[in-house]
Structures are given as structure tokens and as C-alpha cells.
T-cell receptor, first 111, second 111 residues
Framework: NAGVTQTPKFQVLKTGQSMTLQCAQD?????MYWYRQDPGMGLRLIYY???????DKGEVPNGYNVSRLNKREFSLRLESAAPSQTSVYFC??????????FGPGTRLTVL | LAKTTQPISMDSYEGQEVNITCSHN???????ITWYQQFPSQGPRFIIQ???TKVTNEVASLFIPADRKSSTLSLPRVSLSDTAVYYC????????????FGAGTRLTVKP
């Protein structure tokens, strides 16, 4: 089992560009999450999906959109990237909310 | 949402037992206590979860007093590879939006 995979691993964008971060899990988990982690700080929840077909806002949803494509895949889209969105993005999945499995992260820089 | 307070950093030496305490004074009846470990450039990893008294697994022990207003993560005989950030989270395990990581405790294990 690969667990939770994320693509790409690194990305550099210019202000105003758009991109989609991809996440997939092979553990048959119902719930999936997107977090961002700024240097020296903890993770902050952007969006989550409790089950296929549902998505909900987390702590910091502004500037992002998500799509739960199917049970395995949960994507995060930045429509118009801003320097404030420079961060490391982690995807996670779980059966129970507090036992989440995390991917390796995507390091995004917006110039 | 129960707020947690942890020490920002701790130092230890190889072979010692390390205890990291987390305060959560306004913990709710349905809330569980969960600890995660994060190494540099990796996503967090679930360590242990508990509701009351003591929980032990192959990695750590979690001590929760009767009033549940605090909890202590105990790492026996730490090694250099235990150097990481440790996060305490409190929330209803059925609540997908309850994951607030905070800044965590940066543990440094010295030789």
C-alpha cells in the first residue's frame, strides 16, 4: 500500500497563476483533509471531506477550492496564487478524525 | 473547541524518559486526546490516543488524570531519532473539523 500520495512534491508559481494539488489514498478511508503548514508553525486545516461527495471549510479556506473526485482522490486548487499562500501543503485521510494518515507534502512557493 | 497548551521546546539525552505535558482546561465530555509526531520535511504521524486513565502502545504511554484537564505523553528511553515536534490535539473524534494542531513541542534529543 502506498498510503497517501501527493503530487507534485515541489512547485514554484508566479502571483496570479493557478494550480491544482493532487492527493490520493489507497486505504479506503472515507474522510480526507487538506492542511497548510507555514514555517515554525503547526498545521492549519483548509478543507476537509467527510465522505465522497461532501466538502466543508476548515480554519483557513479563503483562496482555495477543493474537489472530492471519488473516494480515493481529493484535490486542492489555487485559482489565483498569492505570496501569502507560500507554504507546505499536506493531505491526510482517516477513518476516525483523530487518527489521520498524512502524505509527504507539497512545498509551494509563490513569487 | 478545547484549546491546548504545550511547552514550546524540550531538551533531553539519549536513554532518558521524556514526559511532555499538555493542558486542556476546557475539554468537553466527548473529547479525546491525541498525540502526533512530526519529523522535519514529513507529515505528522499518529502516536497515541486516549480518553481517560492510561494508554500504552509500542511507542509511548499517555497518562490522563481523572479531571482530564491535562495529559502527559511519555516516551521511554528516547534516542536521537525521537527528535521531532510533538502535537497534542483535543476534540470529538467524530468531528472532522476539530483538528487544531497548534505549535507543538519541539523535542531535541542529545547524545
Amino acid at each position: 500500500n502506498a498510503g497517501v500520495t501527493q503530487t507534485p512534491k515541489f512547485q514554484v508559481l508566479k502571483t496570479g497563476q493557478s494550480m491544482t494539488l493532487q492527493c490520493a489514498q489507497d486505504m479506503n478511508h472515507n474522510s480526507m483533509y487538506w492542511y497548510r503548514q507555514d514555517p515554525g508553525m503547526g498545521l492549519r486545516l483548509i478543507y476537509y471531506s467527510a465522505s465522497e461527495g461532501t466538502t466543508d471549510k476548515g480554519e483557513v479556506p479563503n483562496g482555495y477550492n477543493v474537489s472530492r473526485l471519488n473516494k480515493r482522490e481529493f484535490s486542492l486548487r489555487l485559482e489565483s496564487a498569492a505570496p501569502s499562500q507560500t507554504s507546505v501543503y499536506f493531505c491526510a485521510s482517516s477513518v476516525l478524525a483523530h487518527e489521520q494518515f498524512f502524505g509527504p507534502g507539497t512545498r509551494l512557493t509563490v513569487l | 473547541l478545547a484549546k491546548t497548551t504545550q511547552p514550546i521546546s524540550m531538551d533531553s539525552y539519549e536513554g532518558q524518559e521524556v514526559n511532555i505535558t499538555c493542558s486542556h482546561n476546557n475539554i468537553a465530555t466527548n473529547d479525546y486526546i491525541t498525540w502526533y509526531q512530526q519529523f522535519p520535511s514529513q507529515g505528522p504521524r499518529f502516536i497515541i490516543q486516549g480518553y481517560k486513565t492510561k494508554v500504552t502502545n509500542e511507542v509511548a504511554s499517555l497518562f490522563i488524570p481523572a479531571d482530564r484537564k491535562s495529559s502527559t505523553l511519555s516516551l521511554p528511553r528516547v534516542s536521537l531519532s525521537d527528535t521531532a515536534v510533538y502535537y497534542c490535539l483535543v476534540g470529538d473524534i467524530m468531528g472532522n473539523n476539530d483538528m487544531r494542531f497548534g505549535a507543538g513541542t519541539r523535542l531535541t534529543v542529545k547524545p
